[in-house]
């Protein structure tokens, strides 16, 4: 795996450069997921983090044993992480 620039990682994917190059995937997460992202935490940045414990601790899935003291938990380090 090189160090520096654009190149593949061990798995064959590509990834983007450290001095801010993009790189353009075709396959990859589309920019509209990254506006969400932005959007949600600019308007209610601590109910953003909330809503991000949900599929994090898969607590959408049936069966699933996700406390809410882990989700509020999670919630709070995102918030002193910025």
Do not use: W
């Amino acid at each position: 795996m090189a160090s520096a620039g654009c190149g593949q990682d061990r798995d064959g994917r590509r990834r983007a450069a450290r001095d801010g190059q993009v790189v353009v995937e075709p396959d990859g997460t589309l920019i509209e997921a990254f506006d969400a992202i932005r959007e949600g935490v600019l308007k209610d940045r601590s109910q953003f983090y909330q809503d991000l414990s949900v599929p994090f601790f898969g607590a959408n899935r049936e069966g699933s044993n996700a406390s809410q003291g882990a989700r509020d938990d999670s919630r709070a380090c995102g918030l002193h992480a910025g």
